[in-house]
């Protein structure tokens, strides 16, 4: 997980996590990119772990100021 960047990840990987983060089922994300997450540690079962949790609020950061 180390060195991976908001901007390292595709559309439907941010799109993933987004839609983690805001609590919806891991039914609606795209498979792969929910399973591309899981490999590389931001996403254990259907959760953000605390380093995705990190990037998300960190792009959020960065996208609204």
Not at 39 to 64: C, K, S
Request: hydrophobic content about 50%; charged content about 25%; aromatic content about 4%.
């Amino acid at each position: 997980m180390d060195g991976i960047s908001w901007n390292d990840l595709d559309a439907s990987e941010q799109r993933a996590l987004a839609i983690l983060g805001d609590g919806a089922a891991a039914e609606f994300c795209d498979p792969v990119a929910l399973l591309t997450l899981k490999r590389i540690g931001l996403v254990r079962g259907a959760r953000l772990t605390p380093p995705a949790e990190q990037m998300l609020r960190a792009a959020l950061l960065h996208e609204f100021a």
